[in-house]
């Protein structure tokens, strides 16, 4: 491109006259559309330039993301399992409270969830309460101090700053003053 | 530039994407989801909530929590189908002045755009935190069947959360973009969204890039949400059944079943069968009862059947009014979590008779979709240039008959890479580079691109002079192999024009044989680094013999002849056992030529035994990473 250019150019010195106005005018035109052409394809460099130091920056921000919370899913299908042994527990018939062997099994569910602890996550506080949708689901609502957690039905769980698995919560609803053990209906359907 | 986002407003559930590295990517939430719930609440304490948290409380707080306002939005009071909706929904909705609806939220009116507004605000406020920049520019997706004053209400609602709505999309038309659809030339397409809540099936024609609905028909009130309920009324049956205590009557007991059978649903998807292990669900007199079922695909597809073919009823009706048979569809793209499930895939196929398209996250169509048109409309997509890839590995063949990989398949082009190999026998004086692609690791078995000498090699032991490949592809797929003597710097060049033309059945077939022939193959490969080594080991013993036969005795040194000779002519039968058996036999006795040598027992032999070597082969296989 550029010695056609020079070319044109040397014989445009070398005889005028013989290099019609309309040559001039046509290289112009072609020159212009070059510039408009390199300027684009600039931009465009530029652009994917641009695209790539932000998408690098994101794979960063991701790679972190994954350390620290990459073992959510994992957790998540865990919590299940402790949620299994606190029931278990909390339904132990009284004649088998005093048998070894079911200490046993309650040292390995404490060894579970140190096991949890270890990894980052922690347990949601809720019953007594404020109700606060920032860690709680309200499941149902009952006659009772406004507001406030008076049941838990799930625990819930943060894994290190972030909410993993909120609580799921019977809130109060007031009216009838606080009293408690008071079986109010759900609120709605 | 700032990036322009695409966003998919749901009944249910909003999203939103943006165009990165050429890709349109789903956006996290600040909570760290996908989904944001498409739900605004103002708290007791006057604190506006939107997504997820606005869902949580909205059992506690329902006069003051608004979802599935997009059923209102740019519809008159008195629209029947607001009329029916008001009963059904619990919060306030009035009539505005000029007939429009309003809907009251912590003792303020608001109407339907404010509303979606605050969801695209949270969206946006997500996306700006993501990204770290400022996000105006926006597409926005609604459904096809949306009128003028729905789109023009969605739009204002966007304009309320501060963005330029560059343009207001159809819901499918987004879809069909996310799978790639507007590539195709004349078509007729099928776009089937099955999604938690609403069914829809839209019938379009595209041509030169445009997106034409034809037709569009579905039910507002069939989703996977349905299929839930079934399998948790069946639990819940059998459960009955077997121990006599109804679990609808436990709110606990209810919600640990709604995410098992959500659970159960999923996983049959990909398997055959399922169990659903719920201990101490429950408790009466005789102590604790636990829920433990097997439920098969099969169960749940009787369960679900009834409800899986109603949405077949909307397509037949769509397809009427678009006056096609089911046979003139080119094309069914498939939309919506519920479309994982494979008998929704099996009805759709039976009655399309074609294969549903898959391969897109049918939860993220949309939201992709809109972001590659919204990169589309800032000039993102399209100016930029189309990025290829190469279609099949290109490689040499090195000692042996090995094909090695210089450029891997699916490699985005241009690209470049080079890599140094070496001489394969004494005083060498040329290599041969036979320039190869397929994906098979034999030479053989791989397709020829070209080949060329290389000579003029300085006399050397083998594995000392540094021979440069480099192959560099173009845009335009023209690949150029040059290989350089990095001593006498001389130089040897070709040009393979643009794959060789090979068409997009061969280079699938290409890719086919690589899969069926992949053990045997590696089998291959594995005898012939087997071979390599080995020839290796005789030729460094043969070397080190040479050069310390003085430190030798008399009688290692037969019995290492005696073994290189053995090893040699295992070489030349066919028995890979018997090349591996002399390799040891030799190795074991060339240790004890260490340990005579430097006085150490179990010392490595000099020269190592790194890298394969031998026979007259194109070029020595063993490299050094440039």
Same mark, same amino acid.
């Given at each position: 491109?550029?010695?056609?250019?020079? *070319?044109? @150019?040397?014989?445009?010195?070398? @005889?005028?006259?013989?290099?019609?106005?309309?040559?001039?005018? *046509?290289? %112009?035109?072609?020159?212009?559309?070059?510039?408009?052409?390199?300027?684009?394809?600039?931009?465009?460099?530029?652009?994917? %330039? !641009?695209?790539? !130091?932000?998408?690098?920056?994101?794979?960063?921000?991701?790679?972190?993301?994954?350390?620290?919370?990459?073992?959510? *899913?994992?957790?998540?299908?865990?919590?299940?399992?402790?949620?299994?042994?606190?029931?278990?527990?909390?339904?132990?018939?009284?004649?088998?409270?005093?048998?070894?062997?079911?200490?046993?099994?309650?040292?390995?569910?404490?060894?579970?969830?140190?096991?949890?602890?270890?990894?980052?996550?922690?347990?949601?506080?809720?019953?007594?309460?404020?109700?606060?949708?920032?860690?709680?689901? !309200? *499941?149902?609502?009952?006659?009772?101090?406004?507001?406030?957690?008076?049941?838990?039905? %799930?625990?819930?769980?943060?894994?290190?700053?972030?909410?993993?698995?909120?609580?799921?919560?019977?809130?109060?609803?007031?009216?009838?003053?606080?009293?408690?053990?008071?079986?109010?209906?759900?609120?709605? @359907? | 530039?700032?990036?322009?986002?695409?966003?998919?407003?749901?009944?249910?559930?909003?999203? /939103?994407?943006?165009?990165?590295?050429?890709?349109?990517?789903?956006?996290?939430?600040?909570?760290?989801?996908?989904?944001?719930?498409?739900?605004?609440?103002?708290?007791?304490?006057?604190?506006?909530?939107?997504?997820?948290?606005?869902?949580?409380?909205?059992?506690?707080?329902?006069?003051?929590?608004?979802?599935?306002?997009?059923? &209102?939005? $740019?519809?008159?009071?008195?629209?029947?189908?607001?009329?029916?909706?008001?009963?059904?929904?619990?919060?306030?909705?009035?009539?505005?002045?000029?007939?429009?609806?309003?809907? =009251?939220?912590?003792?303020?009116?608001?109407?339907?755009?404010?509303?979606?507004?605050?969801?695209?605000?949270?969206?946006?406020?997500?996306?700006?935190?993501?990204?770290?920049?400022? /996000?105006?520019?926006?597409?926005?997706?609604?459904?096809?069947?949306?009128?003028?004053?729905?789109?023009?209400?969605?739009?204002?609602?966007?304009?309320?959360?501060?963005?330029?709505?560059?343009?207001?999309?159809?819901?499918?038309?987004?879809?069909?973009?996310?799978?790639?659809?507007?590539?195709?030339?004349?078509?007729?397409?099928?776009?089937?969204?099955?999604?938690?809540?609403?069914?829809?099936?839209?019938?379009?024609?595209?041509?030169?890039?445009?997106?034409?609905?034809?037709?569009?028909?579905?039910?507002?009130?069939?989703? +996977?949400?349905?299929?839930?309920?079934?399998?948790?009324?069946?639990?819940?049956?059998?459960?009955?059944?077997?121990?006599?205590?109804? &679990?609808?009557?436990?709110?606990?007991?209810?919600?640990?079943?709604?995410?098992?059978?959500?659970?159960?649903?999923?996983?049959?998807?990909?398997?055959?069968?399922?169990?659903?292990?719920?201990?101490?669900?429950?408790?009466?007199?005789?102590?604790?009862?636990?829920?433990?079922?097997?439920?098969?695909?099969?169960?749940?597809?009787? &369960?679900?059947?009834?409800?899986?073919?109603?949405?077949?009823?909307?397509?037949?009706?769509?397809?009427?009014?678009?006056?096609?048979?089911?046979?003139?569809?080119?094309?069914?793209?498939? /939309?919506?979590?519920?479309?994982?499930?494979?008998?929704?895939?099996?009805?759709?196929?039976?009655?399309?008779?074609?294969?549903?398209?898959?391969? =897109?996250?049918?939860?993220?169509?949309?939201?992709? $979709?809109?972001?590659?048109?919204?990169?589309? &409309?800032?000039?993102? /997509?399209?100016?930029?240039?189309?990025?290829?890839?190469?279609?099949?590995?290109?490689?040499?063949?090195?000692?042996?008959?090995?094909?090695?990989?210089?450029?891997?398949?699916?490699?985005?082009?241009?690209?470049?890479?080079?890599?140094?190999?070496?001489?394969?026998?004494?005083?060498?004086?040329?290599?041969?580079?036979?320039?190869?692609?397929?994906?098979?690791?034999?030479?053989?078995?791989?397709?020829?691109?070209?080949?060329?000498?290389?000579?003029?090699?300085?006399?050397?032991?083998?594995?000392?002079?540094?021979?440069?490949?480099?192959?560099?592809?173009?845009?335009?797929?023209?690949?150029?192999?040059?290989?350089?003597?990095?001593?006498? +710097?001389?130089?040897?060049?070709?040009?393979?024009?643009?794959?060789?033309?090979?068409?997009?059945?061969?280079?699938?077939?290409?890719?086919?044989?690589?899969?069926?022939?992949?053990?045997?193959?590696?089998?291959?490969?594995?005898?012939?680094?087997?071979?390599?080594?080995?020839?290796?080991?005789?030729?460094?013993?043969?070397?080190?013999?040479?050069?310390? $036969?003085?430190?030798?005795?008399?009688?290692?040194?037969?019995?290492?002849?005696?073994?290189?000779?053995?090893?040699?002519?295992?070489?030349?039968?066919?028995?890979?056992?018997?090349?591996?058996?002399? =390799?040891?036999?030799?190795?074991?006795?060339?240790?004890?030529?260490?340990?005579?040598?430097?006085?150490?027992?179990?010392?490595?032999?000099?020269?190592?035994?790194?890298?394969?070597?031998?026979?007259?082969?194109?070029?020595? $296989?063993?490299?050094?990473?440039?």
């Amino acid at each position: 491109m550029s010695e056609e250019g020079l *070319t044109n @150019d040397e014989i445009g010195e070398a @005889d005028v006259e013989q290099a019609s106005v309309e040559d001039i005018e *046509t290289l %112009q035109q072609a020159l212009a559309e070059q510039k408009k052409g390199a300027e684009k394809y600039l931009a465009n460099w530029q652009r994917a %330039q !641009a695209d790539l !130091a932000n998408y690098k920056k994101h794979v960063g921000q991701e790679k972190q993301e994954i350390l620290d919370f990459g073992n959510s *899913t994992l957790i998540l299908s865990l919590l299940p399992v402790v949620d299994d042994f606190e029931r278990a527990f909390k339904s132990l018939p009284s004649e088998l409270a005093e048998v070894n062997w079911i200490e046993g099994i309650k040292i390995i569910y404490n060894n579970l969830k140190a096991a949890l602890k270890k990894a980052g996550v922690t347990e949601i506080e809720a019953k007594g309460e404020r109700f606060d949708p920032h860690l709680h689901e !309200a *499941t149902m609502s009952q006659v009772g101090e406004e507001g406030v957690v008076l049941e838990e039905i %799930q625990k819930g769980y943060r894994l290190k700053d972030r909410v993993l698995r909120p609580s799921l919560v019977v809130v109060g609803r007031g009216k009838e003053e606080i009293e408690e053990e008071s079986h109010g209906e759900s609120s709605r @359907d | 530039m700032a990036k322009a986002v695409g966003i998919d407003l749901g009944t249910t559930l909003s999203e /939103v994407a943006v165009m990165e590295g050429g890709e349109p990517k789903i956006i996290p939430s600040a909570e760290g989801s996908n989904l944001v719930p498409s739900v605004v609440a103002v708290s007791k304490t006057g604190e506006r909530l939107v997504g997820e948290i606005a869902k949580r409380q909205a059992i506690v707080n329902p006069d003051n929590t608004i979802f599935s306002v997009k059923r &209102l939005i $740019g519809r008159k009071f008195n629209d029947a189908s607001v009329q029916y909706d008001i009963k059904r929904l619990p919060y306030k909705i009035t009539a505005a002045p000029n007939g429009d609806c309003r809907v =009251v939220m912590g003792g303020k009116e608001y109407s339907p755009q404010e509303i979606s507004a605050m969801i695209l605000q949270k969206l946006k406020a997500d996306t700006e935190a993501y990204l770290g920049g400022k /996000v105006t520019d926006a597409v926005i997706t609604v459904p096809a069947y949306f009128n003028d004053s729905q789109r023009q209400a969605t739009k204002d609602a966007g304009a309320i959360a501060g963005f330029n709505v560059l343009r207001i999309i159809n819901e499918p038309t987004a879809s069909s973009l996310a799978y790639g659809m507007d590539k195709k030339k004349d078509e007729t397409i099928a776009v089937y969204d099955f999604g938690g809540g609403t069914f829809d099936i839209s019938i379009l024609d595209i041509g030169e890039g445009t997106f034409q609905v034809k037709s569009t028909n579905g039910d507002t009130h069939l989703g +996977g949400d349905d299929i839930d309920q079934r399998i948790m009324d069946w639990i819940c049956d059998e459960f009955k059944k077997e121990q006599g205590i109804d &679990l609808k009557q436990d709110r606990m007991a209810l919600q640990r079943l709604k995410d098992a059978a959500e659970r159960a649903k999923k996983e049959l998807s990909t398997v055959v069968q399922t169990e659903i292990n719920l201990p101490f669900i429950t408790a009466d007199a005789s102590g604790p009862k636990h829920l433990t079922m097997t439920l098969s695909r099969a169960k749940l597809e009787q &369960l679900s059947a009834d409800l899986i073919e109603r949405s077949i009823g909307p397509c037949r009706q769509a397809l009427s009014d678009a006056r096609l048979t089911p046979a003139q569809i080119n094309n069914v793209i498939l /939309v919506g979590g519920q479309t994982r499930m494979p008998k929704v895939q099996d009805t759709l196929r039976q009655f399309f008779s074609r294969e549903p398209v898959k391969g =897109v996250n049918p939860d993220e169509a949309v939201a992709l $979709g809109a972001a590659i048109q919204a990169g589309v &409309l800032k000039g993102e /997509v399209g100016e930029i240039l189309l990025l290829d890839v190469t279609p099949l590995t290109l490689g040499i063949e090195t000692l042996g008959g090995v094909a090695t990989t210089l450029i891997p398949r699916n490699t985005t082009i241009p690209t470049s890479k080079s890599q140094i190999f070496s001489t394969a026998s004494d005083s060498q004086p040329s290599v041969e580079i036979h320039v190869l692609q397929g994906e098979r690791p034999m030479a053989a078995d791989s397709r020829t691109l070209g080949r060329f000498m290389l000579d003029g090699i300085l006399p050397a032991p083998r594995g000392m002079p540094q021979i440069e490949v480099t192959f560099d592809i173009d845009a335009n797929g023209i690949l150029n192999v040059s290989a350089r003597d990095k001593g006498t +710097g001389k130089e040897q060049k070709i040009t393979i024009t643009a794959s060789s033309g090979l068409s997009k059945g061969e280079v699938e077939k290409m890719q086919r044989d690589a899969e069926t022939h992949a053990v045997e193959d590696a089998k291959r490969k594995e005898e012939t680094e087997t071979r390599n080594a080995a020839d290796n080991l005789a030729y460094t013993a043969e070397k080190t013999l040479r050069e310390h $036969g003085d430190k030798i005795p008399g009688e290692l040194k037969q019995e290492i002849e005696g073994k290189i000779a053995a090893v040699r002519s295992a070489l030349q039968g066919k028995d890979i056992n018997a090349v591996r058996n002399a =390799v040891q036999e030799l190795s074991q006795a060339m240790q004890k030529v260490g340990a005579t040598v430097y006085g150490q027992p179990g010392g490595q032999p000099p020269g190592g035994q790194q890298g394969p070597g031998g026979e007259e082969g194109p070029v020595e $296989g063993e490299f050094r990473e440039v």
